[in-house]
């Protein structure tokens, strides 16, 4: 859910980079590009054996599907830090690495949890069931597990808010209008 939100507030805020970034904001737009796609990616299995009335996702759907679902939950994080990276200093940055790998170690965890979950996931949409607990339960300790990352963006987000409040650059130094600052 918080993923979902997270790339709500990006699509809907990301005029504002727009104007100000617009090399990060190429590099931000690709990678939320790239979740979009992932998204499909993970849908597109799930809407073929629904559709071919196929349950044998044992082959390369099931393995296409895992690796989908990974790439919308790590890629989520990548937008993240693509859209703050230039403007946290070194705890912030030590924080976004450990919350961007940590995320990563979750995110390809949960991709093979549920990668054998495309054959019920599949059943359940052909029997128009709305049960989603058991397909849910094999990654509910890992989606909470996604904490520790949303917690070490908190501290390198805040990290930037603060830095920005006080106009310094991500080195510390004040901010001085006019000089090209990276």
């Given at each position: 859910?918080?993923?979902?939100?997270?790339?709500?507030?990006?699509?809907?805020?990301?005029?504002?980079?727009?104007?100000?970034?617009?090399?990060?904001?190429?590099?931000?737009?690709?990678?939320?590009?790239?979740?979009?796609?992932?998204?499909?990616?993970?849908?597109?299995?799930?809407?073929?054996?629904?559709?071919?009335?196929?349950?044998?996702?044992?082959?390369?759907?099931?393995?296409?599907?895992?690796?989908?679902?990974?790439?919308?939950?790590?890629?989520?994080?990548?937008?993240?830090?693509?859209?703050?990276?230039?403007?946290?200093?070194?705890?912030?940055?030590?924080?976004?690495?450990?919350?961007?790998?940590?995320?990563?170690?979750?995110?390809?965890?949960?991709?093979l949890a549920l990668s054998p979950q495309l054959n019920p996931i599949v059943k359940?949409?052909?029997?128009?069931?709305?049960?989603?607990?058991?397909?849910?339960?094999?990654?509910?300790?890992?989606?909470?597990?996604?904490?520790?990352?949303?917690?070490?963006?908190?501290?390198?987000?805040?990290?930037?808010?603060?830095?920005?409040?006080?106009?310094?650059?991500?080195?510390?130094?004040?901010?001085?209008?006019?000089?090209?600052?990276?």
């Open positions: 859910m918080f993923t979902a939100f997270g790339i709500l507030f990006l699509y809907l805020g990301r005029h504002e980079w727009n104007e100000t970034h617009r090399t990060r904001v190429g590099h931000a737009n690709l990678a939320f590009l790239v979740s979009l796609v992932a998204i499909a990616g993970a849908g597109a299995p799930i809407a073929y054996l629904t559709v071919v009335g196929g349950t044998d996702s044992t082959g390369w759907l099931g393995v296409e599907f895992g690796v989908a679902v990974a790439l919308v939950f790590a890629v989520t994080f990548v937008t993240y830090s693509l859209v703050a990276a230039h403007l946290v200093g070194r705890w912030g940055e030590v924080a976004m690495g450990l919350g961007l790998g940590w995320a990563a170690l979750i995110s390809a965890l949960i991709g359940s949409i052909a029997a128009r069931s709305t049960a989603v607990t058991s397909i849910a339960h094999p990654i509910t300790l890992l989606d909470s597990l996604l904490a520790f990352s949303y917690l070490a963006f908190f501290f390198a987000f805040a990290d930037a808010h603060w830095r920005v409040a006080k106009r310094l650059t991500p080195e510390g130094e004040p901010f001085v209008p006019g000089i090209p600052h990276t």
